[in-house]
Structure formats: structure tokens, C-alpha cells
């Protein structure tokens, strides 16, 4: 099992940006979460999706920004952010779990990637 997350970098206040995650060597269903982690504070989970059914799960606090997405030709799940904010700069991780249906608890994913640095400042 392989992830890679990938599409960081800096954006202005209310731009948008996409993150993608490429996550191979599954045979089932499994689930793939975004996290985040700001300088000084927890990993908070952001959003997940179950690729085969398309199931996704977003914690209240995140909702109306943040969508999710799937191409499992391409075995990428992005992760689209609008209306971006200084407070979303973090760093971003995908990660895998057999979790279904997913939720963005992070000892529930057992495999991680290397993450991507978001960064919203003008």
C-alpha cells in the first residue's frame, strides 16, 4: 500500500486549491481520509471517502469548504479547498483505512503518507 499526497503550496486568502492523493495496492473497499495539522496544534481530520461505494464523511466543523473526490481509474482522490483562509494552513496527509464506512478518526487509518504544505497568507 502506497500513498502520496501532492498539490501544496501558497494561496491567498479566499483562492482555492486541490490537493491530490494517489493510494495503490488495495484489493477491497477501503476508505481515504484527509488530515491536517497547523504549526503548534493536533492532527484534526478533515474529510474521508469510501472509493467503492463513493460514502464520504465530514465532521460538522469542516463542512461548506471541503469537498472530496474520487477516479478510481487513476487511483486519486482529491481533496477540492475553496474559499481558503489563513487558519487552514497546515499541513495535509492522506491516509488509508478498511474502515467502512469511514470516519476521520486517525487511529483508524493505518497507512499514511507524506504530507503537503498548504499555506494561506497574501
Known amino acids: 500500500v502506497q500513498l502520496q499526497a501532492s498539490g501544496g503550496g501558497l494561496v491567498q486568502p479566499g483562492g482555492s486549491l486541490r490537493l491530490s492523493c494517489e493510494a495503490s495496492?488495495?484489493?477491497?473497499?477501503?476508505?481515504v481520509g484527509w488530515f491536517r495539522q497547523a504549526p503548534g496544534k493536533e492532527r484534526e481530520g478533515v474529510i474521508c471517502?469510501?472509493?467503492?461505494?463513493?460514502?464520504?464523511y465530514q465532521p460538522d466543523f469542516m463542512k461548506g469548504r471541503f469537498t472530496i473526490s474520487r477516479d478510481n481509474v487513476k487511483n486519486m482522490v482529491y481533496l477540492q479547498m475553496n474559499s481558503l483562509k489563513p487558519e487552514d494552513t497546515a499541513v495535509y496527509y492522506c491516509?488509508?483505512?478498511?474502515?467502512?464506512?469511514?470516519?476521520?478518526?486517525?487511529?483508524?487509518?493505518?497507512?499514511w503518507g507524506q504530507g503537503t504544505l498548504v499555506t494561506v497568507s497574501s
Open positions: 471517502l469510501n472509493v467503492i461505494s463513493g460514502r464520504t
Open positions: 495496492g488495495f484489493t477491497s473497499d477501503y476508505g
Open positions: 491516509a488509508s483505512t478498511t474502515k467502512t464506512p469511514c470516519r476521520v478518526r486517525d487511529y483508524e487509518y493505518q497507512y
